[in-house]
T-cell receptor, first 112, second 109 residues
């Protein structure tokens, strides 16, 4: 059983608001990832981290930012939410020596 | 053309039918994953393959490295198998996964 958590699970918010999506894992994994998935579409990597104080942008350009101050925590922030940010955001983690990724339950974001 | 292509995109079947979902990829890979995503959005890893075949309950996954092709089979399908099944590959030397677009499976009772 993977121990990776995301909050909130669902969020409806107005345009211009600042939001932070939380992701935490209790497995001590050094690698963490954020994916964005539009309905019916494939997952796209938007951010990843190979360890504390290490963050990189993924394949899909995103206006979000991330931080990795603690191993277990990888929050994603949108400074000013827009309707185009409406999507599902999935967090995942993996152990350094493994290719297996464990996924969180996702956050479904709607910006009105 | 995507690096990972799945077929079919949508599949509807009756309970009890044998299901096959296909995944083709265009790059050399170190591992291939089959993932299951239920309507709530959460993703569960079903299999990770680098060669051969794996079986877990009614699910079987195979991979042919030479042909760059993998299949996911479900025997005696059940309505609770209804989900989106996603193929993802990790190419040699890469840390990131590349995902297929998913196959939406619906099993009717």
């Amino acid at each position: 059983e993977a121990d990776i958590y995301q909050t909130p699970r669902y969020l409806v918010i107005g345009t211009g608001k600042k939001i932070t999506l939380e992701c935490s894992q209790t497995m001590g994994h050094d690698k963490m990832y954020w994916y964005q998935q539009d309905p019916g579409m494939e997952l796209h990597l938007i951010h990843y981290s190979y360890g504390v104080n290490s963050t990189e942008k993924g394949d899909l350009s995103s206006e979000s930012t991330v931080s990795r101050i603690r191993t277990e925590h990888f929050p994603l922030t949108l400074e000013s939410a827009r309707p185009s940010h409406t999507s599902q955001y999935l967090c995942a983690s993996s152990d350094g020596g493994s290719v297996e990724q464990y996924f969180g339950p996702g956050t479904r974001l709607t910006v009105t | 053309k995507n690096e990972v292509e799945q077929s079919p995109q949508n599949l509807t079947a009756q309970e009890g039918e044998f299901i096959t979902i296909n995944c083709s990829y265009s790059v050399g890979i170190s591992a291939l994953h089959w993932l299951q995503q239920h309507p709530g959005g959460g993703i569960v890893s079903l299999f990770m393959l680098s060669s051969g075949k794996k079986k877990h309950g009614r699910l079987i996954a195979t991979i042919n490295i030479q042909e760059k092709h993998s299949s996911l089979h479900i025997t005696a399908s059940h309505p609770r198998d209804s989900a989106v099944y996603i193929c993802a590959v990790r190419s040699w030397g890469a840390q990131k996964l590349v995902f297929g677009q998913g196959t939406r499976l619906t099993i009717n009772p």
